[in-house]
């Protein structure tokens, strides 16, 4: 599954916030963030978690929009591994996630 890396810019405007606030309250380097939106870094699945938490908006805001052409259960799968090996799977946040994930594959 891509995500689209020129939402979290969008996301952020939408918030109101600048890229120096966005980053302090994610609490992470501005130029780490800056690297991110304009793709020159790779996004870690926890800091896509923390910016997707700041920037409130749904898992599927930032996923690009042929994604959900083909089924998304492998998809949700692969989600969950990654969630328990960061030991977040139980986190409420991440349960309502993976709840509208399998919402949508049905």
Known sequence: MKLDLQRLKLARHLKGLSLEETAEIAQM???ALWRIENGHSQ?????FLKLMDVLEQPFTFFVKENQFLEPIGN???ELKKILQF???VQEPRYQVLLRALENLEK
């Open 75 to 77: 998809k949700i799968d």
């Open 86 to 88: 960061e030991s977040l």
């Open 29 to 31: 380097n501005v130029h």
């Open 43 to 47: 996004l870690k699945v926890q800091t």
